[in-house]
């Protein structure tokens, strides 16, 4: 088993900016693609930026391309997603997800093995 655990939520300004951390414990993988995903009232679960087992390969939702950052680091088990110039509309619950196993990187949801309990954001206008 694999346990997710994200944290850097909060209420901010529109224009602001946060940075989520999506810490990893339990079954160890040397390859381990990563995601984030964000699920707004009333809205589908939605991916908003994957990253391969490396940290070489990332890919974004081009709601968020240019303004959010995926980074991870092996070392310590934990990967990061940096938001900044937060938009309104980018209110939403944000969960981080794995999948063991893969050196590629994965952008839909019902390809990953485990998640984590998600953590709030909230942008105010």
């Known amino acids: 088993q694999v346990q997710l655990v994200e944290s850097g939520g909060g209420l901010v300004q529109a224009g602001g900016s946060l940075r989520l951390s999506c810490a990893r414990s339990?079954?160890?993988?040397?390859?381990?693609?990563m995601g984030w995903f964000r699920q707004a009232p009333g809205k589908e679960r939605e991916f908003v930026a994957a990253i391969n087992w490396n940290g070489i390969i990332t890919y974004y939702a081009d709601s968020v391309k240019g303004r959010f950052t995926i980074s991870r680091d092996n070392a310590k088990n934990t990967m990061y997603l940096q938001m900044n110039s937060l938009k309104p509309e980018d209110t939403a619950v944000y969960y981080c997800?794995?999948?063991?196993?893969?050196?590629?990187?994965?952008?839909?949801?019902?390809?990953?093995?485990?998640w984590g309990q998600g953590t709030q954001v909230t942008v105010s206008s």
């Open positions: 339990g079954r160890t993988a040397s390859t381990c693609a």
């Open positions: 997800a794995a999948r063991i196993n893969t050196f590629a990187v994965v952008t839909t949801s019902p390809d990953y093995d485990y």
